[in-house]
């Protein structure tokens, strides 16, 4: 089972900037699509951005598209978000998940197995 482990977060300003990273344990980190959700107080967890294995597609929910940025190191077992021009209302617990291995389906994938712990993210006003 492969371990997520998310970090980055933190209380930021509006109109600022955070990056979160996603590190993964094992040896097969290169062959799975990876995703960020995110999940505010008394709300459902909906996908942020999602990038394919090697990185060549990548997707991005419309209230972000523009302002963050999904990218990985396969080097690093690592996935990145990188968040500008954040809003009060991207205040929310961002979780990394892993999607599925050597496969990108329609807009999205839509299968994600493991998650890691979340990071906290608030923004003020």
């Known amino acids: 089972q492969v371990q997520l482990a998310e970090s980055g977060g933190g209380l930021v300003q509006a109109g600022g900037s955070v990056r979160l990273s996603c590190a993964a344990s094992?040896?097969?980190?290169?062959?799975?699509?990876m995703g960020w959700f995110r999940q505010a107080p008394g709300k459902e967890r909906d996908i942020v951005a999602a990038?394919?294995?090697?990185?060549?597609?990548?997707y991005y929910a419309d209230s972000v598209k523009g302002r963050f940025t999904i990218s990985r190191d396969n080097a690093k077992n690592t996935v990145y978000l990188q968040m500008n021009t954040l809003q009060p209302e991207d205040t929310a617990v961002y979780y990394c998940?892993?999607?599925?291995?050597?496969?990108?389906?329609?807009?999205?994938?839509?299968?994600?197995?493991?998650w890691g712990q979340g990071t906290q993210v608030t923004v003020s006003s």
């Open positions: 998940a892993r999607g599925p291995q050597y496969t990108w389906s329609g807009e999205f994938p839509r299968a994600f197995d493991s």
């Open positions: 990038i394919s294995w090697r990185g060549g597609k990548t």
């Open positions: 094992g040896r097969t980190f290169s062959t799975y699509a």
